[in-house]
């Protein structure tokens, strides 16, 4: 484990930031917005073209012709899907806009005879062309997933923008249509076909031709969407992961955190040496590290460059998370970036660690109990296991999953028992009288990683949720009390986050704020396992050392959040079934009274 840097604050701190991402696209891409937003309110409601505000609706692109009411809502439509993408500065959504703009202009000009359309276009082309060498990002990973994705939103987007659409004309409507008569026309309107409302004059036309478009919208989209190329997110590569092991086996007593990189969902930049790396995934336009840089830290700068330029040419947003206050310290300094704690790893050095004295004697009860009744221990390398034996214990370990999902990603393996990881310890916990079951007399599981030639790092705790509680705590304690044997000095446990919030708001003299703060994370560890984690690793009587998230801007903390959630498992981007979220519900039930590790470390 790094240590902090001398006279440095572990607490949030700011630094000068260095230069930000240009912000010609971001105007842009919010000018094309309110274009769409224009263009959608001139073809949905008819007060609003016969507004004030017409004269600058009816100049835009899509608002043209007898069909102006529909061609206005794809023009909108189509301008908002590429608001996003021209403010990440994708190559592909400004030649669409270049393209698109254009195009209604010149059907202004030919239908409507009206050089302002014209003009207004090129007002919005003229920076597009001119700063074209800022929409150079390449395209994010992406898979086949994304075409459903989009039509499901585009779907619901459209019943809704539908419903409003055949529901703000009442002075045309014929009769008083229900909600399911409205709903009912919607769908058939979205398909090309009349539904059961009825209006007055051309009314009739105007709705049909706009649901008709948003239709054809969703399809034209979804099919595009499916039949494009995939770019699939990158993977270790056997060559690299043989470069991260050598690096590793030099540099890896650094940090715990180091043999998490060698998980394959990865991908890796080396810097131009090759004597450092820095291991991420793409996750919702996140390019996501965790831990610290891998290798020599000289080299550290170079890895970090590499890193930030494959951000910058993607337009992916960096963030790190998890690292160490020597790592957020090189990360803010080389990239300007910020640097914020996000909690404390505990971290037990096995030559202090003894069950003796008050302050152990909870755990040293619940493990002489255990121990009474009938439970014995055994840690080794993985490398010693038979295959027959790590066989069962992989198969042990899936079944006693408590989610539906792989949990982990900064602080998770995602395996067990790959002859690579040989020097990995498996503790397991054996109970010979009870009845035999499907894995014979296996009860609970631990997988520690290396953490150099002397340290291991936790990586996932499971157990039979039929066997007896502090499975947990008694495998721990083996452990560590194994750990001289096997040359172990010193063992990193679960992360616990905001720790110290949570130790310094429970105690005597702690401000209003401070208790208020911590009542949000006593509160919200009801889903978390905020305070339990803290409260569970503080049994060990750890020492504590503090990890980080580097991020670009306090924007993006929300979006950098949400995709660290997806990374770690808390968040699904497929689509669950109700049965599965049945089985989903039910098995988070049975594993409530347990924590298990890496789903610990993640949180």
Known sequence: MSGGV????????????????????????????????????????????????????????????????????SAGVLLLLLAHGLRRRKRRAWRAAVALLPAGAMAQLAYRHSPLGVLFAAALLVPLVWHRREFAALPDPRSRWRALANFVLMSAGSLVLGLVIVSVHPHRTLGDPSLADRLTHVVYGLVGFEGPV?????????????????????????????????????????????????????????????????????????SPSGKAAVTYRVISGVMLASGDPIGDVEAWPGAIERFMDEAKAHSWTPAVVGCSETGGEVWTRETGLDALELGDEAVVDVADFSLAGRAMRNVRQMVKRIERAGYETRVRRV???????????????????GTGTERGFSMALGRIGDPADGDCLIATA?????????????????????WGEDGASLDLMRRDRAADPGMNELLIVAALQAAPRLGITRV????????????????IGAGPVLRAWRGLLVFLSRWFQIESLYKFNAKFQPRWEPRFIVYRATTDLPRIGFATMQAEGFVEPALALPGRLRRRSAAARACAHTVTGRDARAA
């Open 6 to 73: 001398p006279g440095r604050s572990s607490r949030a701190r700011r630094i000068p930031r260095g230069p930000r991402p240009e912000a010609v696209p971001g105007l842009v891409g919010r000018a094309v917005a309110l274009v769409g937003l224009l263009d959608i309110a001139a073809g949905v409601f008819p007060r609003f073209r016969h507004s004030r505000m017409h004269t600058l609706a009816e100049v835009l692109p899509g608002s043209f012709g007898p069909f102006a009411a529909a061609l206005s809502l």
């Open 198 to 270: 009825d209006y007055q004059g051309s009314t009739s036309w105007t709705v049909a031709f706009s649901l008709g478009a948003l239709g054809w919208l969703t399809a034209a989209t979804t099919i595009y969407l499916a039949f494009r190329p995939e770019h699939p997110a990158a993977r270790l590569t056997e060559d690299d992961e043989a470069r991260l092991r050598a690096l590793l086996a030099r540099h890896g007593r650094r940090d715990s955190l180091g043999h998490f990189a060698l998980r394959r969902d990865k991908a890796v930049v080396f």
């Open 383 to 401: 490398h010693d296991l038979g295959e027959a034996e790590l066989e069962r214990v992989r198969r042990a370990a899936e079944d006693w999953r």
């Open 430 to 450: 054996h109970k010979a009288d009870a009845e035999p079951g499907e894995y014979g007399d296996l009860k609970a599981i631990l997988h520690f990683v290396p």
């Open 492 to 507: 990193s446990l679960n992360f616990a986050m905001f720790r110290s919030a949570l130790a310094r708001g429970e105690k």
